[in-house]
C-alpha cells in the first residue's frame, strides 16, 4: 500500500527561527513561502509553519502517561525508517536540542516496539519522531 503526504499547518511566533530548525536541523527542504508562512518538505509531508503572532498560547500543557512517561498533548511526528531516526537523533544531540523525553526503545519486547524521542520547535511545538524495526507492527496490538 502507498501512503499519501499528509499535509499539516501548525502555528509559530518566528518564521525565521522556524526555518532554522526545519530547514537547518531537521534538514527539511524549504517550498513556497510568503511573509506569513513557509512550507516544509517534511520527509515527504507537507508541513506549512503559520505565522502567528499571539504571545503566549492560553491553554494548559496536557500529557497523558505512555509507558510511564508523560507525552505531550497535542504532538505530531513522522515514523521513519532505524536508520534515518538514529541519524536524525545524532543531529538533535549534535544541535544540543532539550528533549521533552529522551530517545529511547518503547515497548521493548512487546507488540509496538518503537524508538522514540520527542521534543519542542522553537514556538513550543511538540513533536515525536519514531520508527519501527518492522513497520508492520505500526497497529499492532498487545
Not at 505531550?72 to 543531529?91: A, C, I, N, T, Y
Request: proline letters at 5%.
Amino acid at each position: 500500500m502507498s501512503l499519501r503526504p499528509f499535509h499539516l499547518a501548525i502555528p509559530v511566533n518566528d518564521l525565521e527561527a522556524a526555518r532554522g530548525f526545519y530547514g537547518g536541523v531537521l534538514g527539511c527542504s524549504e517550498g513556497r513561502s510568503h511573509h506569513q508562512w513557509v512550507d516544509f518538505n517534511l520527509f515527504g509531508h507537507q508541513l506549512v509553519c503559520h505565522l502567528d503572532s499571539r504571545k503566549e498560547n492560553e491553554s494548559p500543557e496536557i500529557s497523558n502517561l505512555v509507558d510511564g512517561h508523560g507525552v505531550p498533548v497535542p504532538h505530531f511526528g513522522v515514523v521513519l525508517d532505524m536508520k534515518s531516526w538514529s541519524e536524525l537523533r545524532d543531529r538533535l544531540v549534535a544541535a544540543g536540542t532539550r528533549f521533552l523525553i529522551e530517545p529511547n526503545i518503547r515497548f521493548k519486547g512487546q507488540a509496538g516496539e518503537q524508538a522514540t524521542m520527542f521534543f519542542r520547535d522553537p514556538a513550543g511545538n511538540a513533536i515525536e519522531m519514531k520508527a519501527f524495526e518492522h513497520l508492520e507492527s505500526l497497529f499492532a496490538r498487545s
